[in-house]
């Protein structure tokens, strides 16, 4: 990366020191200010709790296998800014974001834009310039007051609704099903899969309100033929898929990508859509990272750990697990620490290297209040080193709670 555009991220980044703000003023302010670009797509818009980028992921290759020119917008990155705004999987260049920022700074200053609102203003000028057939945009935190919900969708995905986030959200999942529904637009169609009753409930109500269909998902309709560390293999409708994400979860996120890439393309074609999901990839999501069955996933929430550790038990049945944990502070802590406790022979703390998660100090003081044994490291380097002398013939090793550690993790494997 040049000094040049290291400085330009820099600055954007600094733009999260204005937090998060929840309003769509100061993000359609900006995009009038540069053209409008939203106006001019097609989009296919995706909320939800956990499974938004996998679901975003499948959709993505299943559209350009089928010969469409594709955005794709999601957050946040793992390793690189650059990944968060793609087209037909190639990563925005360096000079685009350079450009963007010299050419509306002054928009962005006078704004007071936070560092959401200005990526996803770039991202809507970015794909509008590259003229894309369709873009796929997920939501950051919520929906209704997210800065991506100035977009007027061709279709609404749901994923999973969990409590996350609950300190702007609301501190029930049926207040946070509220502001996920906030994406529902008038006579736009919503795909969801089946969940908690309540969820349903108030999607519904809001779908009948904007006189949008709602087509739900059946888990009597999905057969799951087999489930391993490779993937899963699975029969829906007449498909019979094979998804190499790893974890049940992942295969209704990928039954939601199908049907909304079918109502996008108006049907699908088997082999293409075969061809298509063998090809999917979303790093950071039940990753396998060494022979030793290590794996990484950026589970940050209960139910989203919950879904984590019943995988590993899934295809790793007679194993036990051992655990490096980091995590951002998260209401919900205290939930997460018992299920760690009941769930994790070994439970390993640490601390990122940019000290944007919680310390270890702050982590050891919960686990010691929640009496969850534990061991401390004081880097995430130093945690993978005691995760690499594991016996696999005995234990799993499992990095997770965080986005945020991935440089540090990937540059250990």
């Given amino acids: 990366m040049s000094s040049n555009i290291k400085l330009i991220l820099e600055d954007l980044f600094a733009l999260q020191r204005l937090g998060i703000k929840v309003g769509l003023e100061h993000t359609e302010e900006l995009l009038i200010a540069i053209g409008s670009p939203h106006l001019n797509l097609n989009c296919i818009h995706i909320a939800g709790t956990n499974g938004k980028g996998s679901t975003c992921a499948i959709i993505n290759r299943i559209l350009i296998e089928s010969g469409l020119t594709v955005g794709l917008y999601t957050s946040p990155h793992l390793v690189n800014f650059n990944e968060r705004i793609r087209v037909n999987d ?63 969708p061709l279709v609404c995905g749901i994923t999973s609704i969990s409590l996350d986030h609950s300190e702007i959200l609301g501190d029930t999942v049926e207040e946070i099903a509220k502001e996920k529904a906030g994406i529902i637009k008038n006579n736009i169609p919503i795909y969801m899969f089946e969940q908690k009753k309540s969820i349903i409930k108030i999607i519904k109500k809001k779908s009948v309100k904007n ?25 829906y409708k007449d498909y019979k898929i094979k998804l190499p994400l790893i974890g049940v979860h992942q295969i209704k996120n990928c039954i939601l990508a199908i049907n909304i890439a079918e109502f996008i393309l108006k049907g699908l074609n088997k082999k293409t859509l075969n061809k298509s999901i063998s090809k999917v990839s979303w790093p950071g999501r039940m990753e396998k990272l060494s022979k030793k069955n290590i794996y990484y996933d950026v589970a940050h929430n209960y139910d989203g750990i919950k879904s984590l550790i019943k995988t590993v038990k899934t295809i790793h049945p007679k194993k036990k697990i ?12 205290e939930l ?21 998660l919680l310390s270890v100090k702050t982590l050891s003081e919960i686990f010691k209040k929640e009496k969850i044994s534990f061991s401390e490291e004081k880097s995430v380097k130093n945690g993978i080193k ?28």
């Fill in 211 to 235: 006189n949008s269909p709602l087509y739900l998902i059946r888990n009597k309709d999905i057969e799951i033929i087999e489930t391993n560390d490779l993937g899963s293999v699975f029969m």
């Fill in 90 to 152: 190639q990563e925005i260049p360096d000079h685009y974001i350079a450009q963007f920022m010299k050419e509306n700074r002054n928009y962005i200053e006078k704004i007071n834009t936070t560092f959401f609102e200005a990526t996803t203003a770039m991202a809507f000028d970015y794909f509008h310039k590259k003229s894309v057939d369709i873009a796929i945009i997920e939501t950051g935190l919520g929906g209704r007051l997210d800065s991506t919900n100035v977009v007027s």
């Fill in 322 to 333: 051992v655990g490096l944990f980091c995590i951002k502070a998260e209401k919900n802590i």
């Fill in 336 to 356: 997460i620490c018992d299920l760690l406790g009941k769930s994790l022979t070994k439970i390993i703390i640490c601390q990122d290297k940019e000290k944007y």
């Fill in 386 to 413: 005691v995760l690499n002398k594991i016996n696999i013939g005995e234990y799993v090793g499992l990095i997770f709670g965080s986005h945020y550690i991935a440089k540090e993790v990937y540059s250990e494997f």
